[in-house]
């Protein structure tokens, strides 16, 4: 049974910062790329940042600067770094992870607002 499990989200002040994590378990996690998307209400999900098993990074253009992905194999866990936060940054954050378009898989989502 595949788990996308992700924490770390919650309340912070513009400007500030969070740190989001997605724990694995189920796959060979060091083969499949991980990503971070977002989603508000009446939105589509839009893709926030992602990473491939060999370690390379692409990042939407709203949060390039701010926002950083990274992945531990050993712990089977990707990260989501989240500094300078801004109120548009308000949104669930949903954990993916994709193996050559073929298996594809969903957490359940973390609630992040950014709210003075």
């Known amino acids: 049974q595949v788990q996308l499990v992700e924490s770390g989200g919650g309340l912070v002040q513009p400007g500030g910062s969070l740190r989001l994590s997605c724990a694995a378990s189920?796959?060979?996690?060091?083969?499949?790329?991980m990503g971070w998307y977002r989603q508000t209400p009446g939105k589509q999900r839009e893709l926030v940042a992602a990473?491939?098993?060999?370690?390379?990074?692409n990042y939407a253009d709203s949060v390039k600067g701010r926002f950083t992905i990274s992945r531990d194999n050993a712990k089977n866990t990707v990260y989501l770094q989240m500094n300078s936060l801004k109120p548009e940054d308000t949104a669930v954050y949903y954990c993916?992870?994709?193996?050559?378009?073929?298996?594809?898989?969903w957490g359940q989502g973390t609630q992040v607002t950014v709210s003075s």
């Open positions: 993916h992870a994709g193996l050559s378009g073929t298996f594809d898989f």
């Open positions: 990473i491939t098993r060999d370690e390379f990074t």
């Open positions: 189920g796959i060979i996690f060091r083969l499949y790329a």
